[in-house]
């Protein structure tokens, strides 16, 4: 079964605007974390967040945010104000003791920030 | 900054041949791991590595090796390369961490090399 589910292949996002990348996962610890990277064509996989299940608040890293809602087990991704640079790749990641604190990766969502 | 690099970018080969991946951290971190990502599939995990000369088998390892001498250095081997092996090889390196497990924090990754088998 599929561990993190990223529906969205890929989003349009116009320069400034904020952005939301939705993440659904499963599992069924009450004890995991979730990550979201981002990987620009140059293939480098960059740590953006970390949200805890624990952590009573989402986690913000300037202008990305994490939506993270546990009862619908989702951690959406939110990038405010839009740059030409953050067109990329991004995936959404989880770490769960039942699966030895493996990563489990979402097949990703292209962003493309237009002019 | 945490600095993971890989040997190559971009690597071609041919059926049949045998393959390193070079992969060196300067973090002095326990853990190292080694992914590929195909597209529509993400990221899967072939070895990981949380010491000196231990390794541990990751979701695909069939068909691939690894070596790890040096705490700093963590190799990915195809022992006889496939076309089915063509993919983009990422490693990564992460702490233990206060948590003490082995899977430890975050989890920093280098450039990636990208590998066509023909």
């Known amino acids: 079964a599929q561990k993190i589910t990223q529906t969205q292949p890929g989003m349009f996002v116009q320069e400034k605007e904020a952005v939301t990348l939705d993440c659904t996962y499963d599992t069924s610890d009450q004890s995991y974390g979730l990550f979201w990277y981002k990987q620009p064509s140059s293939g480098e996989m960059i740590f953006l967040i970390y949200?805890?299940?624990?952590?009573?608040q989402n986690a913000t890293e300037g202008r990305y945010s994490l939506n993270f809602q546990k009862a619908r087990k989702s951690a959406n991704l939110v990038i405010s104000a839009s740059q030409l640079g953050d067109s990329a790749m991004y995936f959404c990641a989880m770490r769960e003791p039942s699966n030895d604190y493996k990563l489990s990766f979402g097949a990703g969502t292209t962003v493309t920030v237009r002019a | 900054d945490v600095k993971v690099t890989q040997s190559s970018r971009y690597l071609v080969k041919r059926t049949g041949e045998k393959v390193f991946l070079e992969c060196v951290q300067d973090m002095d971190h326990e853990n190292m791991f080694w992914y590929r990502q195909d597209p529509g599939l993400g990221l899967r995990l072939i070895y990981f590595?949380?010491?000196?000369?231990?390794?541990e088998k990751g979701d695909i390892p069939e068909g691939y090796s690894v070596s790890r001498e040096k705490k700093e250095r963590f190799s990915l081997i195809l022992e006889s390369a496939s076309t089915n092996q063509t993919s983009m090889y990422l490693c990564a390196s992460s702490f233990t961490g206060t948590s003490g497990h082995h899977w430890g924090e975050t989890q920093y990754f280098g450039p990636g090399t990208r590998l066509l088998v023909l």
């Open positions: 949200q805890g299940s624990y952590d009573e």
């Open positions: 590595s949380y010491d000196v000369k231990m390794k």
